[in-house]
């Protein structure tokens, strides 16, 4: 999935020393980051949404919910949710 992102117009893919990027929800732009408390999984972002795991990548996959690359897997940020429920509240 990286390989993809990091392959649509002039996005640029840095990562930290951790393997850590986010992705901007308003754009396809890569983001270096330092997270001070550890991303929630997929399954435990919906969970706390009270929506399927399903539902939660679609949601990444159409970038209406922020998210960090972990070792090339999606995890959720905690504020992330809190900004989604916002949002969509």
């Known amino acids: ?5 990091a392959a649509r117009g002039n996005d640029l893919l840095e990562t930290d020393h951790l393997g850590m990027v986010t ?3 308003d754009s396809a732009r ?10 929630l999984r997929a ?8 929506i399927s795991t399903k539902e ?5 996959y ?5 998210y960090v690359m972990i070792n090339g897997i999606a995890h ?3 504020d992330a949710v809190e900004e989604y429920q916002r949002q969509a509240g």
Not at 56 to 60: A, D, E, H, K, N
Not at 62 to 66: A, F, K, L
């Open 1 to 5: 999935m990286l390989d993809l992102l």
């Open 62 to 66: 159409t970038r209406r919910i922020r």
């Open 23 to 25: 992705v901007d929800s």
């Open 30 to 39: 890569l983001e270096e980051v330092m997270v001070d408390e550890k991303p």
């Open 76 to 78: 959720i940020p905690s």
């Open 56 to 60: 939660l990548v679609r949601l990444v």
């Open 43 to 50: 399954a435990q972002a919906a969970n706390r949404l009270g």
